[in-house]
């Protein structure tokens, strides 16, 4: 429900349903106050991915490490091995300034705060922008446009390629995050990756006694 503040019935249910494993939507709010009231009710699941709350720094300063082994999925990460040498061993070009040029310049520009993913795609749709100017050698739209259905590329935030018809996005993986010792790893896919998954997630009690989630 819109503007939820507490999600105990709907948790009620999901612990008398003895899941395995709880994916869910929604927005930061909602995700935080659904990994609050998990662990104010012991409901423990062996994996829990929801959108976008776990993605933000928001998310485990507020929770601290009662946020440990919670996972999201997400469009990039802090890490991500996307590099010249991943997109030569693809037979991809490479465009733009790598990740840590990126990570640089950002925490320079906003006084030592870290990207998400909003950032990080921001400067990717700027980065294809100016490569189909580039390849186009033209500020014709419908050049740019045409050239754009010809490129696949890979940045910083991972490969690029669009489908000629719809202009959709179909070369672009998302990413799998998951809080492991204070960090948001990247757990998946493996070209990304930062650290193995960690699993089964900690149980509430352990969480709450502070331990943190460190993959053998």
Known sequence: PKAAKDLT????????????????GGHFADGQLLAKQ???????????SI?????????YKALGTMAESFMAPGQWGIGAKYSPQSAKSLGLPYFGPTQQVFMDYFLKESNGVNPDYHGAEAAAAFLAYVYAIEKANSLNPDDVRDTMNKLHFMTFFGEWQIDPETGKQVAHDMVVLQWQGKKLQIIWPPAAQTSKPFYPMLTTKQRAAGKLAIPK
């Open 9 to 24: 019935p709907v948790l009620t249910e999901l612990k008398a349903a003895r899941a395995d494993v709880l994916i869910g």
């Open 38 to 48: 998990l662990g104010d009710m012991a409901i423990d699941f062996k994996a829990v």
């Open 51 to 59: 959108l976008v709350a776990p993605t933000l720094p928001g998310f």
